[in-house]
């Protein structure tokens, strides 16, 4: 296992990899980092907010591709990297329901 450091949305986070996967997560995170850059100014969200929001452009993104995207993303032969997506997909989904519910989301 590696760790590799990110900054997206002028904030740090820590992410552990497999060995040889720093390269790649280190662009994802570049890629996460510019589509929070499109957002503006998001000095005021929390990490998880901003996060979410994030993943929600990315995930519209792969939409706007059509059907042939996401079926090559769930055919992938990485079967961990479908696993690891699919448990990411899953918390965020919690995430967006708890911060829907929460008393002082806006």
Request: aromatic content about 2%; some cysteine; hydrophobic content about 40%.
């Amino acid at each position: 296992m590696s760790n590799v450091k990110l900054e997206i949305g002028g904030r740090g986070f820590t992410v552990a990899c497999g060995a040889g996967e720093e390269d790649h997560i280190a662009e994802l995170g570049r890629m996460i980092d510019a589509r929070l850059a499109t957002m503006g100014n998001t000095a005021g969200q929390s990490e998880t907010r901003m996060l979410l929001f994030a993943a929600l452009l990315l995930a519209d993104e792969l939409h706007d591709r059509g059907d042939d995207a996401r079926g090559s993303l769930a055919s992938a032969p990485d079967d961990d990297l479908s696993d690891r997506l699919g448990a990411l997909a899953e918390k965020l989904e919690n995430l967006a329901v708890r911060l829907e519910t929460s008393p002082g989301s806006a």
